[in-house]
T-cell receptor
Framework: GQNIDQPTEMTATEGAIVQINCTYQTSGFNGLFWYQQHAGEAPTFLSYNVLDGLEEKGRFSSFLSRSKGYSYLLLKELQMKDSASYLC???????????FGAGTRLAVHP | DVKVTQSSRYLVKRTGEKVFLECVQDMDHENMFWYRQDPGLGLRLIYFSYDVKMKEKGDIPEGYSVSREKKERFSLILESASTNQTSMYLCATATRLERVTGELFFGEGSRLTVL
């Protein structure tokens, strides 16, 4: 199969930095997405990595290592509104469909 | 902005009923997807479609069928609803997927409860 693993829950303090890790089986994935999902809402796109390295976009950065089957989402200067679930999704090579991990629920405390 | 509209936000149905979930998009995207989302399991792909009248099974197609008669509309059908199909159903669209995929745009979701 093409399993994607990420921690179930994380907590962090407002203003801090948090790193959410995602690991996956290396065969068959052509890239990696991160989505944010607030409770009761639809997921929204955060980032996409197809090559190794770090992609920075404001307070959010995403990293990919294809050889290690590893990605992380880095959130800086945490705000209360960052409390949400963060979904890691791999691009399956066969039909270019997305396979999602179970998501990491992040709680940001004052 | 891409708009993906799901016909019902909340539905309650009885076991054995036939259920239709409709999804309409206004951005002329070729690709449409149906996922279900359950706590601890994440989003799981049920069916997807790359073109009108075309459909492909996802990871959990059992108990579901789909219809794509028009480019903008992708319907998910539960022929005989069962309690284990109680879930949040999310429709998504994307531009045509070639060497690299486009991002998915999601609808607001349809929360189905089967009694």
């Amino acid at each position: 199969g093409q399993n994607i693993d990420q921690p179930t829950e994380m907590t962090a303090t407002e203003g801090a930095i948090v790193q959410i890790n995602c690991t996956y089986q290396t065969s068959g994935f052509n890239g990696l997405f991160w989505y944010q999902q607030h409770a009761g809402e639809a997921p929204t796109f955060l980032s996409y990595n197809v090559l190794d390295g770090l992609e920075e976009k404001g307070r959010f950065s995403s990293f990919l290592s294809r050889s290690k089957g590893y990605s992380y989402l880095l959130l800086k200067e945490l705000q209360m509104k960052d409390s949400a679930s963060y979904l890691c999704a791999g691009v399956s090579g066969g039909y270019n469909k997305l396979i999602f991990g179970a998501g990491t629920r992040l709680a940001v405390h004052p | 902005d891409v708009k993906v509209t799901q016909s019902s936000r909340y539905l309650v149905k009885r076991t054995g009923e036939k259920v239709f979930l409709e999804c309409v998009q206004d951005m002329d995207h070729e690709n449409m997807f149906w996922y279900r989302q359950d706590p601890g399991l994440g989003l799981r792909l049920i069916y997807f479609s790359y073109d009108v009248k075309m459909k492909e099974k996802g990871d959990i197609p059992e108990g579901y069928s789909v219809s794509r008669e028009k480019k903008e509309r992708f319907s998910l059908i539960l022929e005989s609803a069962s309690t284990n199909q109680t879930s949040m159903y999310l429709c998504a669209t994307a531009t045509r997927l070639e060497r690299v995929t486009g991002e998915l745009f999601f609808g607001e979701g349809s929360r189905l409860t089967v009694l």
